[in-house]
């Protein structure tokens, strides 16, 4: 089997070298970001050592803790530039010396404090703005015996809510006014009136009440006053905000470089204290892609004479990392949703990437409905992977119901996988003569048979809701499930001989050759054949492919294989919902468009009618063609193809490093291509 079907090779190796060389060895690791590191065997760490936390580790947590902060109170500014530190005492000496946290605080707390300040003026004017109406000082409702408070409530329930209030003698309503379909009111409440009154009555009533504001003079001078007030507030914020970007201008990329060399350099460290040592020397294991391991020794030659790298021979799984070409890694976000396979087992994804788009093809068929599709999903590639945000065809509440299903880095990788798809689709659309259910080929056909082409004047190539197209079809998605499931059984067989599973591989022959022989006679019997093993040689083959079949899977699985043998045949004839899916959305079509052509023939109103069920019929079943084929295509992969070979659950391969994108590298390694 080709190792393109297979993850990438794996391979698990111990590295031993001098304890003075390892922290340029767990550096060079980092930077190659090749190597998961593993916990060290039982039996390498039964004689080694683990160092405790060090003195270095504390310090750059502290630095690390102090630049987030930093950072978070700067606005950002852009990093023109990558930084290099020599070594990592000197960045801490640099970060100590620096001397801009107390005024960075200060910003801060002013910050803060204006911030609060210009959120309690905006309440205070858009209650103001709102009871403008009360004509006296304010002052006058800020009593030390009594509550005062601005209310509105509906007009209809006011004359209740006041009726309430003065049946049980308590808080007086000093002023109200009428506007619209709420009044508004100002309300003094004794001290001694019962509180559970007065909450049943604004319960009841709908009442909502706002303490008036310890503020004094009319509404309409502390309303000018409070804007000027709130203009010099904004004034200062602004003051404080240019403070920090000067700030943030000197110091940004200084201090964005710092935090990602120290985030760097706390991890390497976690990982050194979970090594082994010795007094001398230090160990560590790890998975590595074969193809990997010349570049690794290459750099330990380079930098750390006397570190020793060897393969280990291990029984256990590796993990998986997905070797795949370019154009399917798209595909494997369908095969992780499925599991990720086994270190050792085959990757499916190559052949997901080349079957799904035929299956989603085929089950549209449509020239208008795969164009729909194609223009939508390069759409949503250009507005969310190349951020061109001006692009915007969709209506907003479409685009937000698509954000609660799925993240946008989703939504690009499903885009480009149905791409290919509405291709298949657009092409066997042109063959089947639909356009949005439309049959415009026969003018093209018509035109080109005067050149003495010789083709069908209906325009269709193949119609799929004909009698001789249907049962092409329909014997078509025949042959692909008898094709896809003898493959996954193909691919069950060889797992099983690498696995040395001598029943699995006995009972998988079995399955392939009961479901070929349950092919044969069915196609025996709707061509008319004689299959009477006693008159029919060929009748008797197909026999013995049944009963042979049954005989091996009864020996591999036993009584279990009998009880599943309609399994096989559910599989096989399940792949023609392919055909089904096609079919009912061409007749759909179809319905649409009739409807639409009779109401042109009614009246004004009626054509209008039928332009409405035109749009709306064509939308939703191009909403069915994003959903239906791709949900049902990715289902007949998973359940009637993988489960014939694949086991899945795989860990991912998770190397130790980080990408970095604001310091450059300790070391300049440059990696050999194979």
Request: aromatic residues 10%; glycine residues 8%; proline residues 5%.
């Amino acid at each position: 089997m080709s190792t393109i079907l297979k993850p990438a090779a794996m391979g698990k190796i111990a590295v031993i070298g001098l304890k003075k060389y390892r922290p340029q060895i767990i550096s060079i690791i980092h930077e190659m970001n090749v190597i998961q590191l593993e916990p060290l065997s039982k039996e390498a760490d039964s004689f080694l050592m683990k160092e405790h936390e060090s003195d270095l580790h504390r310090q750059i947590s502290d630095q690390l803790l102090r630049i987030r902060g930093l950072l978070n109170s700067l606005p950002p500014s852009p990093v023109l530039e990558k930084s290099k530190f020599s070594s990592i005492g000197e960045l801490i000496q640099t970060l100590k010396s620096m001397d801009i946290d107390k005024n960075i605080a200060s910003l801060e707390r002013q910050k803060e404090g204006i911030l609060t300040q210009i959120k309690e003026t905006e309440n205070n004017l858009k209650l103001l703005e709102e009871f403008s109406f009360f004509p006296e000082d304010l002052k006058l409702l800020h009593l030390s015996f009594a509550r005062s408070y601005f209310g509105r409530v509906t007009s209809e329930k006011f004359p209740e809510f006041k009726k309430t209030l003065e049946s049980n003698g308590g808080p007086i309503i000093v002023y109200s006014q009428e506007r619209g379909k709420l009044t508004y009111f100002v309300l003094v409440i004794p001290p001694n009136f019962p509180s559970n009154i007065l909450a049943s009555a604004v319960s009841l009533s709908g009442v909502h009440l706002e303490t008036v504001p310890k503020l004094e003079g009319k509404p309409d001078d502390i309303i000018h006053n409070q804007k000027n007030f709130y203009n010099n507030l904004t004034a200062k914020l602004k003051r404080i905000n240019n403070q920090l970007t000067e700030i943030s201008k000197s110091n940004y990329t200084f201090l964005k470089g710092a935090e990602e060399e120290l985030e760097i350099e706390n991890q390497k460290l976690e990982v050194i204290e979970d090594l082994g040592v010795t007094n001398d020397s230090f160990a560590l294991e790890g998975w590595i892609p074969r193809s990997k391991i010349e570049n690794l020794k290459t750099a330990f030659g380079k930098y750390s004479k006397g570190t020793i790298l060897y393969e280990l021979v291990t029984k256990e799984n590796p993990p998986t990392l997905l070797a795949n070409p370019k154009r399917f890694k798209v595909f494997e976000s369908f095969v992780r949703f499925y599991s990720l396979p086994e270190g050792k087992e085959f990757d499916p994804t190559l052949i997901f990437g080349l079957i799904f788009p035929i299956f989603y093809g085929l089950m549209i068929g449509d020239v208008g409905y795969g164009l729909v599709i194609l223009l939508v999903s390069l759409w949503v590639i250009r507005r969310v992977q190349d951020r061109k945000r001006n692009l915007t065809i969709m209506p907003k509440f479409l685009r937000n119901f698509a954000k609660t299903i799925l993240r946008p880095s989703q939504m690009v990788k499903l885009a480009k996988a149905m791409i290919p798809g509405c291709i298949i689709a657009i092409t066997l659309g042109f063959c089947f003569n639909l356009y949005f259910g439309f049959h415009l080929n026969q003018h093209l056909f018509s035109y080109l048979n005067n050149f003495g082409l010789n083709l069908p004047p209906d325009g269709a190539l193949l119609n799929p809701i004909s009698t001789f197209g249907l049962r092409k079809l329909l014997l078509f998605s025949g042959y692909v499930g008898l094709g896809m499931v003898s493959f996954g059984l193909v691919l069950g067989i060889l797992n099983s001989m690498r696995e040395r599973q001598i029943k699995h591989i006995i009972s998988k022959v079995g399955w392939l050759l009961f479901g070929w022989g349950i092919a044969l006679v069915g196609l025996a019997m709707i061509n008319h054949v004689n299959i009477n093993p006693l008159q029919n040689i060929q009748g008797a083959g197909y026999f013995a492919l049944l009963f042979g079949g049954i005989g091996m899977m009864f020996y591999g699985e036993g009584i279990r294989a009998l009880m599943e043998l309609p399994s096989i045949i559910s599989h096989i004839l399940s792949y023609t919902r392919i055909v089904g899916i096609l079919i009912a959305s061409v007749i759909l079509a179809h319905v649409i468009d009739f409807i639409f052509l009779k109401s042109l023939d009614i009246s004004i109103a009626f054509s209008i009618l039928g332009v409405m069920i035109l749009l709306i019929g064509h939308t939703f079943n191009t909403i069915i063609g994003v959903f239906e084929p791709g949900i049902q295509g990715a289902r007949l992969i998973y359940v009637e193809f993988f489960s014939k070979f694949y086991h899945g659950a795989g860990r991912a391969f998770k190397p130790f490093g980080s990408k970095r994108r604001f310091t450059i590298a300790e070391y300049n390694i440059k990696m050999i291509k194979k």
